[in-house]
């Protein structure tokens, strides 16, 4: 069965832009939760999302945002991109709360 | 201090060695993952666990609840295992992961 797919997997965009990063879960499940990875912080919880509702927020300023539509795929947004934007995000699914979460490839974002 | 607490940071063993990593943690979870992360960046599960000991393979993860503590057994190690693990926590009724920093194995021939 396919898994977890994120596109676009790169990305190069310039300060001030708004991108936005998709995440396609594994067939039948309904939780999705995005991670934002960098060399200095590690992997950071951004959002939750079950059966479109957001159940939890990571500590990352508003220009981050997601949402969550009724197929289970989800997207996030950023706005007003700054240098310190730069990561790797990866999304996970899975069927629900505390079960097995399975991982995206990720998007390397660069903002130059 | 960080909620979830890794060592090594960083291991250097020969093939055929066997490996320990270790995870302590200060919150109250439902369940503790163990992640493994190739270079490139995908990141696979391991093991979830929420009481006792799994094994798969050459793998063996064992969790005490009381204790706070996590271990990740590699045994006769390989080359290609080779990665970042990493321990991450979640809460109760939630999906949200507190990550470790992550130990990077190296092994070699």
């Known amino acids: 069965k396919a898994g977890v797919t994120q596109t676009p997997r790169y990305l190069i965009k310039t300060r001030g832009q708004q991108v936005t990063l998709s995440c396609s879960p594994i067939?039948?499940?309904?939780?999705v939760s995005w991670y934002q990875q960098t060399p200095g912080q590690g992997l950071q919880f951004l959002f939750e999302?079950?059966?479109?509702?957001?159940?939890n927020k990571g500590n990352f300023p508003g220009r981050f945002s997601g949402r969550q539509f009724s197929n289970s795929r989800s997207e996030m947004n950023v706005s007003t991109l700054e240098l310190g934007d730069s990561a790797l995000y990866l999304c996970a699914s899975s069927r629900g709360p505390n079960t097995e979460a399975f991982f995206g490839q990720g998007t390397r974002l660069t903002v130059v | 201090k960080n909620e979830v607490e890794q060592s090594p940071q960083n291991l250097t063993a020969q093939e055929g060695e066997f490996i320990t990593i270790n995870c302590s943690y200060s919150v109250g979870i439902s369940a503790l993952h163990w992640l493994q992360q190739h270079p490139g960046g995908g990141i696979v599960s391991l093991f979830m666990?929420?009481?006792g000991k799994k094994k798969h393979g050459r793998l063996i993860a064992t969790i005490n609840i009381q204790e706070k503590h996590s271990s990740l057994h590699i045994t006769a190690s390989h080359p290609r295992d080779s990665a970042v693990y990493i321990c991450a926590v979640a809460g109760y009724n939630t999906d949200k992961l507190i990550f470790g920093t992550g130990t990077r194995l190296q092994v070699f021939p």
């Open positions: 067939s039948g499940h309904r939780s």
């Open positions: 999302y079950f059966s479109e509702t957001q159940r």
């Open positions: 666990l929420s009481s």
